[in-house]
């Protein structure tokens, strides 16, 4: 089996998890756009929900399949979220941002009551930092930021090439909120909490991709089937 189909068997265990006039936020990437696809179909067959999306990239493929829309303004608490990770480790510690959507995705995270993220097993990792750590900032004063960012991360024992994200004609990437994205190559993160509040004490950093204390299940798809992990913060996590 391909890592799609990984892809798509745990999106559909997950729209398990979605009941009847439920408040969803949508997650970004490729495979929260495999569950949105699965999703829209359930729809056509006369599913009810009310589904908030965490870009205008999901806005646009929700509305395509004609998924009812809102806003957090308009919607401001959620029942569920459904998003994909780029790592995830035995903690249900989480890297996400590699589409550019982390600050609305851990917007519409926390104003739900319950997160679910769904991954393929090549995302799971015994520590954080294999995947670059994208951290959202503002552009005034960009320099100086990067900077900061370099030596906050240092003293959390972070270190490693910070780049600035560019597009495929290298001008660059603009998120939805009109921000710049930094990937940051730390490798292994061994204290992602650390690196969390360092990284909360720029100004100029809007947001970070580490999710921490969010997810409360995570639903895995791999060679040996699907797998779903609940979260016991405080007390461990088992599979169910």
Known sequence: MSVDSYKLAAARRALGFVEPRMRLGLGTGSTASVFVELLGAQVREGLSVLCVPTSEQTRALARSLDI??????ETPLLDLTIDGADELDSELRLIKGGGGALL???IVATASDR???IADAQKRVDKLGRFPLPVEVVRFGITATRNMIEMLAGDSGCHGEITLRLKPDGTPFVTDGGNLIFDCAFGQ???PESLDEALKFI??????GLFLGIADAAIIGGPEGVSVIEARYGEGQEAV
């Open 189 to 191: 993160i061994d204290d």
């Open 203 to 208: 100004p100029g950093v809007v947001e970070n």
């Open 115 to 117: 997160m679910i993220v």
């Open 68 to 73: 009812p829309l809102s806003t957090l303004d």
């Open 104 to 106: 609305r995705e851990k």
